[in-house]
């Protein structure tokens, strides 16, 4: 049987947190908004146990604590942590991770978006 490929995705998990470089942004934290988009390889359809997959819960604790670890500058570097955090696990072999902080401008939200492969240089 051929390998198993699955996108597991966590949308818009909603973080408050330090983010950016102006003053604002230093003096508190703000909304941001977090999506993934995990590409795992089993060997085979995985069983129905959480341990045949990719833990999601483990993703989503684990932003929650690059988000309470204190202020990062850039939304770049976020996203950097994020996947470097989803890319622990083997079985995920690319992941994109969206940034947006929602509340900046009254019309538009501001965003990054960054793709990163197992294997890819950075």
């Known amino acids: 049987m051929a390998d198993a490929r699955y996108t597991i995705r966590l949308n818009a998990l909603e ?3 330090g983010l950016g470089i102006h003053p604002e942004e230093l003096a508190a934290a703000q ?3 977090v999506s993934v988009a995990m590409t795992c390889v089993y060997p085979a ?3 129905d146990r959480i341990d045949a997959v990719v833990d999601y819960d483990r993703v989503r604790d684990g932003i929650h604590a690059i988000a309470a670890s204190g202020h990062v500058m850039l939304q770049e570097v976020l ?4 996947a470097g955090l989803c890319l622990t696990d083997p079985r995920v072999v690319e992941v994109t ?3 947006t902080k ?3 401008y009254p019309d538009a ?3 990054c978006e960054i793709t990163r492969r197992r294997g890819s240089p950075r």
Do not use: E, K, N
Request: hydrophobic share 40%; aromatic share 0%.
């Open 15 to 17: 973080l408050q947190m």
């Open 102 to 104: 929602p509340d900046i």
């Open 109 to 111: 939200q501001i965003g």
């Open 45 to 47: 359809s995985p069983a």
């Open 79 to 82: 996203c950097d942590r994020i």
């Open 31 to 33: 909304r941001v908004l």
């Open 97 to 99: 991770v969206r940034s």
